[in-house]
């Protein structure tokens, strides 16, 4: 569940990994809630991928429960193995941003390869989920320069078992995609988490 670009990067690495990562039986009854959410690109006026749109509603996101998303990026190179990816995570305590660290590969982590991640989680030869098969959109390296874009589509957000340090705060969220030493790509998302 990737879109080629930051698109791809974006929805994908971060939807995926909260599925993976925090998907759970033990928390059935539990409602997470995140409001306030926005996103900007941060990477200089020459990366050549970026996040053109993306809108979410309902806000705030109820957790679990249905979630409507349309995206749009782009990028001017093909993305291709590796592609190193830096996750910075921060919580807002007190009023001060205080990164989160790198824990059991979730928070502020280096990944040294984003295609690798996503071949993990959705292994070569297995369709791409949907609503990517049925817009055609890839789900794995390498994802071929151009332009991509995902239609509004409603998607449902499952139950998660989120560690007790990534409850009830403001977060701000930084991904820098890379290749060779050089930035690909960057994007922050902006975001509160509310439990219930």
């Known amino acids: 569940m990737v879109l080629l670009s930051a698109l791809s990067i974006t929805i994908g690495l971060l939807a995926v990994l909260t599925e993976v990562r925090f998907c759970s039986s033990t928390l ?12 900007k690109n941060c990477g200089g006026p020459d990366v050549p991928a970026v996040l053109k749109s993306l809108t979410v509603s309902p806000d705030p996101i ?5 979630l409507t998303a349309s995206a749009s990026g782009s990028t001017s190179v093909e993305l291709s193995a590796p592609l190193p990816l830096n996750i910075t995570l921060e919580k807002k305590v007190a009023g001060f941003w205080i990164k989160v660290p790198c824990v059991e590969e979730l928070g502020s982590c280096h990944y ?19 609503p990517l098969h049925t817009y055609g959109l890839p789900c794995r390296c390498p994802f071929k320069d151009g332009s991509y874009s ?36 960057c994007l922050k998302l902006f975001l509160s988490v509310h439990s219930a």
């Open 112 to 130: 040294r390869d984003a295609c690798d991640v996503l071949n993990q989680l959705i292994p070569p030869g297995q369709d791409c989920p949907e």
């Open 28 to 39: 059935r009854k539990k409602v997470t809630k995140i409001q306030g959410f926005d996103w």
């Open 62 to 66: 109820a957790i679990p429960g249905p």
């Open 150 to 185: 995902l239609p509004q589509t409603q998607f449902y957000l499952p139950h998660m078992d989120l560690p007790h340090w990534l409850t009830n705060g403001d977060y701000r969220v930084q991904g820098v995609l890379g290749k060779d030493g050089k930035e690909l790509g």
